[in-house]
T-cell receptor, first 113, second 112 residues
Framework: GNSVTQMEGPVTLSEEAFLTINCTYTATGYPSLFWYVQYPGEGLQLLLK?????DKGSNKGFEATYRKETTSFHLEKGSVQVSDSAVYFC????????????FGKGTTLSVSS | DTAVSQTPKYLVTQMGNDKSIKCEQN?????MYWYKQDSKKFLKIMFSYNNKELIINETVPNRFSPKSPDKAHLNLHINSLELGDSAVYFC???????????FGQGTRLTVV
């Protein structure tokens, strides 16, 4: 079946450090891939997405590239801020009626000044 | 205007009670979901509805019953609440031909 594996957290960084959160997936065919972010006490917000191989999603300085050959969608940011502290979820799904998003277990990021 | 809204945001109740959580989306989406987030932040799909029809019903105790009166609403009723039901429940929606899902703010259910 479909599944998503992301690196265990927590990840603790200093402000302006480089961030990588690894995500790999198992799926048949060509799923769409996502990164969602959950700030403390809030719901999930879409951070970025990619719908086909070699697509790069980007938003708010975050980037991730859909790599079919390595079945990966790693999240990167060149310089993190304290306000980036949150839980980050990698997810996949298909554009098919009723199909659900399958999430990784989430990675908690804590950025200190 | 809130795209996906859930009520209540917090719910504290005693074991054995019956409670409902309501969800409404004003995005015109065809598909709606309920997810459960446990204390370790893991998100698990519970139910999926497409055009008011149940599509996904994961291994969820039958004490949980979703109801979709129309495409814009998906409510979750829980009977005989147990301590293990304590979690954050998220409603989400999307267009059936689009993969991007929008989430509500969550309902934190605490069973005491």
């Amino acid at each position: 079946g479909n599944s998503v594996t992301q690196m265990e957290g927590p990840v603790t960084l200093s402000e302006e450090a480089f961030l990588t959160i690894n995500c790999t997936y198992t799926a048949t065919g060509y799923p769409s891939l996502f990164w969602y972010v959950q700030y403390p006490g809030e719901g999930l917000q879409l951070l970025l997405k990619a719908t086909k191989a070699d697509d790069k999603g980007s938003n708010k300085g975050f980037e991730a590239t859909y790599r079919k050959e390595t079945t990966s969608f790693h999240l990167e940011k060149g310089s993190v801020q304290v306000s980036d502290s949150a839980v980050y979820f990698c997810a996949l799904t298909r554009a098919q009626a009723g199909t659900a998003l399958i999430f990784g277990k989430g990675t908690t990021l804590s950025v200190s000044s | 205007d809130t795209a996906v809204s859930q009520t209540p945001k917090y719910l504290v109740t005693q074991m054995g009670n019956d409670k409902s959580i309501k969800c409404e989306q004003n995005l015109g989406h065809d598909t709606m979901y309920w997810y459960k987030q446990d204390s370790k932040k893991f998100l698990k799909i519970m139910f999926s509805y497409n055009n008011k029809e149940l599509i996904i019903n994961e291994t969820v105790p039958n004490r949980f019953s979703p109801k979709s009166p129309d495409k814009a609403h998906l409510n979750l009723h829980i009977n005989s609440l147990e301590l293990g039901d304590s979690a954050v429940y998220f409603c989400a929606s999307r267009r059936q031909d689009n993969t991007e899902a929008f989430f509500g703010q969550g309902t934190r259910l605490t069973v005491v």
